[in-house]
C-alpha cells in the first residue's frame, strides 16, 4: 500500500532543536526591549540637560531637568528599572548623570545577560545659555538677533 516510507527524523532533529531556536528569539525580543530603554534614557538626559541649561537661576535649573527627565523616563520605559538620577548644576554646564540597572530578573536570562552586563549609566552635559555671550556671538557672525 506504501511504496515509500517516510524516516521521521527531519522531524525529531527540529525537536531537538526548538527550544534554542525559540531562546534565541525571546533573547533577540529581550534585547530589543533593552535598546529601546536605553535610547529613551540618553532622550531623556539630554532633553533635561538642554532645558536646565536655558534657566539662569540654580534652583530653576535643577526643578526644569528634573521635570525632563520625569516627563520621560518613568512613562516609556519597557523594562522595570531601578534606576537614580542626578542634576549638577555648575557655573558653566549643566550635568545630568543617570544610573540604573534593568531588572530583568532571575533566572537563565539573567545570567546569560549578566555577562553583557545590565546596569548603564549615562552622563550628558550642556552648557548654560547666557544671554549675553548668544547676542555678542550673534553680532560678531553678522546673521541679526532673530532666530
Known sequence: ???????????IELTLLMPFILGLFILIIISGFILHDKCVVNKACLSAALRGSEEDEDDQAINRAYEALDEVIPEHLIGKWDYSTQVDIGEDEVRITFRG???IGGGLVNRVLSIAGTSHSYE????????????????????GYCL
Open 124 to 143: 550628558c552635559r550642556s552648557c548654560r545659555l547666557r544671554e549675553e555671550d548668544y547676542l555678542r556671538t550673534k553680532k560678531k557672525s553678522g546673521t
Open 1 to 11: 500500500m506504501f511504496e515509500k516510507m517516510e524516516k521521521g527524523s527531519l522531524t
Open 101 to 103: 540597572d534593568t531588572g
